[in-house]
């Protein structure tokens, strides 16, 4: 197999690895409970700083739709995605009535099962196909698991991972390239690039360790959570955007700021543009 979405057939080994040449995208991800305003100054400066997308966590009582409405008024080019709407919460149909409104060549629509445990491939699986028929953008389906990360590269346009140190990125990106070679592979990865933000990342860290699903999924993998953010115990933030962004197509920093204000994350963006140009 030649180059295939920027990944090659590993000499020998059957399998799918990255091209040192082309690294992963950047992308920026914030939380929908900051309010369509604020999200809408984000995007512009996320814009400016030569971002891939802008991804929008979909939280109770906040729209991540909303917000990137917000934010597709402000911004002509920057890639603009949800991370993730639960389909157990938030059912296809509307989802797909929202998502019309936005413009489709860029928009990512990321879709999880949330708390659904029984039934949760077919419900996803269908998910999928209605939106796809519906809104016509790229669809990714938020994993843990094998299956939902197989169904997300054979059914969808790929998955969306998160809480993965880059070794365990690298693994799960080529296995989803192996499904389908043209599969998309993006990566949340928990991110403070201010020191006065790092006891809120590792709050946040706990709180996700806590949670049964992430907490077997630690287990099954042998992975501590705090080896999964930037800066993490084995590698600083300039060196570890560099390894994630070598392992997966886009890499999703997910800024924690010491605030949630705006000027927090303008901050943020610039030091993050910063070390990417770096790196």
Not at 116 to 145: F, K, S
Not at 148 to 171: I, K, N, Q
Not at 178 to 201: F, G, I
Request: with cysteine; glycine share 10%; hydrophobic share 50%.
């Amino acid at each position: 197999m030649g180059a295939v979405n920027g990944w090659r057939s590993a000499s020998g080994s059957g399998t799918l690895e990255r091209m040192s040449a082309a690294p992963g995208t950047l992308s920026l991800g914030v939380a929908a409970a900051l309010g369509p305003a604020a999200i809408a100054e984000i995007a512009g400066a996320a814009e400016a700083a030569g971002f891939e997308a802008l991804w929008v966590n979909d939280t109770p009582g906040a729209d991540a739709l909303e917000a990137l409405a917000a934010a597709a008024s402000v911004t002509a080019t920057l890639g603009l995605a949800t991370g993730v709407l639960p389909l157990d919460r938030r059912p296809a149909e509307e989802i797909a009535a929202a998502a019309t409104a936005l413009p489709a060549h860029r928009l990512t629509l990321g879709i999880g099962s949330g708390a659904a445990r029984q039934g949760a491939l077919a419900m996803m699986t269908e998910g999928v196909q209605r939106l796809r028929a519906e809104v016509g953008c790229r669809i990714l389906v938020g994993a843990l698991g094998p299956r939902m990360r197989r169904l997300g590269a054979a059914e969808a346009d790929g998955v969306l991972l998160s809480w993965l140190p880059p070794g365990l990125a690298r693994e799960q990106a080529a296995a989803a390239h192996e499904v389908r070679p043209a599969a998309h592979v993006a990566l949340y990865v928990r991110t403070a690039l201010d020191p006065a933000a790092e006891e809120r990342m590792r709050q946040e860290a706990e709180r996700y360790a806590g949670f049964p699903s992430y907490a077997g999924n630690f287990a099954r993998l042998g992975i501590d959570v705090h080896d999964t953010v930037l800066p993490s115990p084995a590698r600083d933030a300039a060196s570890g955007i560099v390894a994630y962004r070598d392992a997966v197509d886009e890499v999703v920093l997910r800024a924690i700021v010491p605030e949630d204000t705006p000027a927090s994350y303008l901050r943020f963006i610039t030091t993050a543009a910063q070390l990417r140009d770096a790196s």
